[in-house]
């Protein structure tokens, strides 16, 4: 018997500036990440994601992508590793770009 399992969760911050400069402009800045993963044994995991930061006193708030994402856990010498790799297209962006893509190694220290 196997058993598949799946992640979902949110992540999300807030960023006010706290004092400084005068000629510095404010930070008023907001990251939302809700992701859903699945994993389908053998290390391999398929995944989706909403990355959005906000600006909120910018003239065009939101900077959002939809990604999806493949990722692999497998041993380098003695050290696990997560490898992903993910692509997606740009939902709103003030810079006008149309895709994303990453690629990333997230090196584990289990216990």
Known sequence: MSVCIGTTGILWNQIWDAGGANDRPDVNQGFFQPFVNYNLGGGIAVGATIESNASWDADEVWNSALM????????????????????????????????????????????
């Not at 380098?76 to 992903?84: E, S, W």
């Not at 003030?94 to 895709?99: E, H, K, M, R, Y």
């Open 68 to 111: 999806f994402t493949v990722s692999k856990v497998t041993v380098l010498g003695k050290r696990p590793v997560n490898f992903v790799l993910g692509a997606g297209p740009t939902l709103a962006s003030p810079a006008g770009t149309d895709w994303k893509m990453r690629f990333q190694a997230n090196f584990l220290f289990p216990r």
